[in-house]
C-alpha cells in the first residue's frame, strides 16, 4: 500500500486565495483525520470523518475552513479565503476503527501551506 | 482538563549515548498511549502503542515504559544513532471515542 497520500505537497498563494488541499486514506481504514501542525501550536486536530461522516469538527478554526469526504478514498480541506496565519503543515491521517478507540493513525507526507 | 506534557521540550545528546524522553497526562477515560516519532518534513510514524494494562513496549532500540497510576509515560532511546534525530511526540487516546491529546513534542539532537 502507498500510504496516505496528499497533494500539494507545498502550496504558495495570497491572502484572499481559495485553498483546497487533497487526501487519499489508505484503502480499508473508515476513519479520517485532518490536522494542522504550526511551531506554536504543535499538531491541533481539526476533523474527523468515521465512514465518511463528519464527527467532530469543533477544531476547526472558523467558517473559512471546510471539509468534505464523498467517498472512502478522497477527502478535501479548504480554506476560502485563506490568511497568512493559516501558514503550517496540514497532514491528513486514516485508521480502521472498530468500535474501540484504540486505532493507530497513519499521517501522509503533509502540505506545506504559506499564504503571503 | 484533558492534557499532556512532555518534557524536556529539546534535547542534544552524542552518538551512542541513551537517552529518556518523559510524558506526564491527565487524560481522562484513558485508552491508550502512542509513542510517535517525526523526521523532520515528513508525518509523525508510530513508534509503540501501549494499553492500560501493558508497562512496557519495545520496538526495536526504542523502549516505552507506562505507570497508569501515576499517569507517566517514559520512551527510551538506546544506543542513540544520528537518525533517531527527530521530534518524539506522545499521544493519548480517550475510551469511546475518536478523540487524542496530543503532547507538544521533544525535539532529539543527536550529535556525532
Known amino acids: 500500500d502507498a500510504g496516505v497520500i496528499q497533494s500539494p505537497r507545498h502550496e504558495v498563494t495570497e491572502m484572499g486565495q481559495e485553498v483546497t488541499l487533497r487526501c487519499k486514506p489508505i484503502?480499508?481504514?473508515?476513519?479520517l483525520f485532518w490536522y494542522r501542525q504550526t511551531m506554536m501550536r504543535g499538531l491541533e486536530l481539526l476533523i474527523y470523518f468515521n465512514n465518511n461522516v463528519p464527527i467532530d469538527d469543533s477544531g476547526m478554526p472558523e467558517d473559512r475552513f471546510s471539509a468534505k469526504m464523498p467517498n472512502a478514498s478522497f477527502s478535501t480541506l479548504k480554506i476560502q479565503p485563506s490568511e497568512p496565519r493559516d501558514s503550517a503543515v496540514y497532514f491528513c491521517?486514516?485508521?480502521?476503527?472498530?468500535?474501540?478507540?484504540?486505532?493507530?493513525?497513519?499521517f501522509g507526507p503533509g502540505t506545506r501551506l504559506t499564504v503571503l | 482538563k484533558n492534557q499532556v506534557e512532555q518534557s524536556p521540550q529539546s534535547l542534544i545528546i552524542l552518538e551512542g549515548k541513551n537517552c529518556t524522553l518523559q510524558c506526564n497526562y491527565t487524560v481522562s477515560p484513558f485508552s491508550n498511549l502512542r509513542w510517535y516519532k517525526q523526521d523532520t518534513g515528513r508525518g509523525p510514524v508510530s513508534l509503540t502503542i501501549m494499553t492500560f494494562s501493558e508497562n512496557t513496549k519495545s520496538n526495536g532500540r526504542y523502549t516505552a515504559t507506562l505507570d497508569a497510576d501515576t499517569k507517566q509515560s517514559s520512551l527510551h532511546i538506546t544506543a542513540s544513532q544520528l537518525s533517531d534525530s527527530a521530534s518524539y511526540i506522545c499521544v493519548v487516546g480517550r475510551t469511546g471515542g475518536f478523540k487524542t491529546i496530543f503532547g507538544a513534542g521533544t525535539r532529539l539532537f543527536v550529535k556525532a
Open positions: 484503502s480499508g481504514h473508515n476513519s
Open positions: 491521517a486514516s485508521s480502521l476503527t472498530s468500535g474501540g478507540s484504540y486505532n493507530e493513525q497513519f
